[in-house]
């Protein structure tokens, strides 16, 4: 005898949904019915067929849940973020082989039913010996070269793509860039003349800022052809071409014989790789003057988790070959080629709430977003943003400002005794 699916999956459901996750989350099945029941909830999980839960749980891997997402299988209204500690706790219960046996006989009875896989974006196929020159820009345009249209939707006024800082949870989103823009550019104690190098610029935020406010000249690189049009144009149009420009270059291929007075990356370390640490760090040491400081912005893991192991949905259709590094390896490697680290910064808290803002607009303009992106690409980036916020809310992630000196010729470090400058924005 063939049993219900409906009912088979109410069974599942109640093995799966424990009473923290039925608190935050309910479930409506493709009849219109309710599980447990049809109170309001800060989530709703939407199973579109009756071989849903198939194709969420059967595979048991990541990629293939994030799939049946992606290709609507499964819906999630209301607040997204919700769902990833119900990830987490199934995730901890397929480590009991039995449990996840006999959730796998349950799965079996579902029909083996699934949406199109059909979708412009794709998994991410990169060519080429990992993090070479080439295959790193293969790797930045498949994430950057989306649609300058659509990262415009949801990023703030100046299209920052990094953890902003904010003063007050009620900070609106371009304050709060507006407010890291400024507090990198005093972490390095900028100063009028002094040459600028960023590293990993996007779109361009930080060079205009640092000449239109600091009076420096800036360089930007970056791997990104839309990053670089959208990017020299914003600086034409604020009449700052002599102070600051972007060009299209790997870190690996700028060489500049006079140096750079500061150099700066921010959200770009996370795509260098680990084997590539010593190569990044010491091309930056070359770069910058005696008494010049770096400032690297970057998320890195708990050095306490293991690193992940093949496929992620992050490396198959979010950032391919990128890599997050707990800190005190940076640091290490960053001190062995000849920096003095003088300042780590943890802005972990600023993550979650840029992330969430961030995820706030992309869902305020899911309609407008559909004229430059298809519905898969579009819930790409609903699903990793709002899981990176749960995972900096609850410290899985953590981002830090690492702010680096090259000695000067004696020790000299050319720093003020005391930290105070650095919250004074007079």
Known sequence: ????????????????????????????????????????????????????????????????LAEAYLYNDFDIEGDI???????????????DTKWKLRLGTEL???????MERVGRRGRARLRGRRHSIERDRQAIAYHYDVSNEFYALWLDERMVYSCAYFTSPDDDLDTAQEQKLDYICRKLRLRPGQRLLDIGCGWGALVLHAARHYGVD?????LSHNQLEWANERIAEAGLAEHCRVEALDYREVDEPEGFDRLVSVGMFEHVGEEMLEVYFRRAYRLLKPGGLFLNHA???RATDPKRKGATFSNTYVFPDGELIPIGDT???AEKVGFEVRDVESLREHYALTLRHWVRRLEAHHEEALQYVDEPTYRVWRLFMSGSA??????????????????GPHGESGLPLTRADLYSTT
């Open 331 to 333: 640091l290490r490697i």
């Open 1 to 64: 005898m063939v049993e219900n699916p409906a009912e088979v999956t109410r069974k599942i459901l109640a093995k799966v949904l424990d009473e923290e996750a039925r608190r935050a989350i309910n479930v409506r099945l493709w009849d219109g019915t309710y599980w447990p029941d049809d109170r309001p909830r800060r989530a709703t999980l939407v199973l579109n067929h009756p071989g849903a839960l198939r194709q969420m749980f059967l595979p048991g891997d990541e990629v293939s």
């Open 108 to 114: 079996l009875k579902l029909p083996n039913q699934k």
């Open 299 to 301: 998320i890195a893991r």
């Open 218 to 222: 800036a360089l930007g690189i970056t």
């Open 390 to 407: 749960y995972g900096f809310t609850i410290g899985r992630h953590n981002v830090y400002q690492s702010l680096l000196l090259k000695p």
């Open 81 to 95: 973020e919700a769902v990833f500690p119900l990830a987490d706790s199934i995730a901890e219960k397929v480590k």
